[in-house]
């Protein structure tokens, strides 16, 4: 690499946000979903919660910033299984639920997230959850019944609490997780997306701050350098 290319990587680097710099451009948004079932396509999505994160630029440690929650109107024509219904607790005709569509509450966490993402200089949202690829896939099934043309989230790629608590952890249920990590956790209140949400939300930042006193980030810039050599 000439000296110029590095120049102009330094000085592009220096243009980007601390919290661009940590995930390379992407910003992560913690997000629960309650559902009637497992199908995204044919079965309600009932709650959808989701947190936004803020970092400390100068201790480089994340914690929960913000979160928003709905409860879902079930879409017409949906699938509604009684036994998830039984597992979640939810009652989807109770009118004290003060249900909303999947289209309003989707149009509401969407200009959420890309106000704090521009703030945050990021350029494209990163969906964090426990068992990510159930509730992403909820998220974009929603999405493409409601016709909305742009999400902020990628549309595949995800950061999986289970399999990061199960790395750093020796865990993958939620409630062991953050038990291990001694965060307070409710049995009786989860199964709740604002609370599995919320919760979720300090496992993911307890694991990347954890990374982060281990030595693990900034990168070693000489240690760096020598892998790619290698590579």
């Known amino acids: ?90 009652d989807p005709t109770n009118p004290l639920r003060g249900a909303i569509s999947e289209e309003v509450a989707l149009k509401a966490i969407f200009k959420l997230i890309r106000k704090k993402m521009k703030a ?40 999986d609490t289970t399999t990061l608590s199960g790395l750093a952890l020796g865990q993958t249920v939620l409630a062991k997780a ?5 965060i307070d956790f409710d049995n009786k209140e989860a199964h709740s997306a604002l609370y599995d949400t919320e919760k979720t939300a300090e496992l993911f930042c307890y694991i990347v701050n954890k990374w982060q006193a281990l030595g693990g980030w900034p990168l070693n810039s000489d240690h760096a350098e020598v892998e790619n050599s290698e590579g």
């Open 178 to 182: 953050c038990k291990t990590a001694k």
């Open 1 to 90: 690499m000439t000296e110029e290319v590095k120049q102009s990587q330094n000085a592009n680097e220096k243009e980007k946000t601390a919290y661009a710099m940590r995930f390379r451009g992407y910003y992560p948004v913690v997000v629960d979903v309650e559902t009637a079932g497992f199908n995204a396509n044919t079965d309600a999505l009932l709650e959808i919660a989701a947190s936004t994160l803020q970092l400390d630029e100068e201790s480089g440690l994340f914690s929960l910033d913000e979160t928003i929650h709905f409860n879902i109107e079930p879409f017409e024509g949906a699938n509604l299984e009684p036994a998830a219904l039984e597992f979640t607790g939810i």
């Open 120 to 159: 945050a200089g990021c350029q494209r949202a990163i969906m964090v959850a426990h068992n990510a690829a159930f509730d992403l896939g909820f998220v974009n099934a929603a999405t493409e019944r409601c016709s909305i043309k742009r999400s902020p989230f990628h549309p595949f790629v995800s950061f």
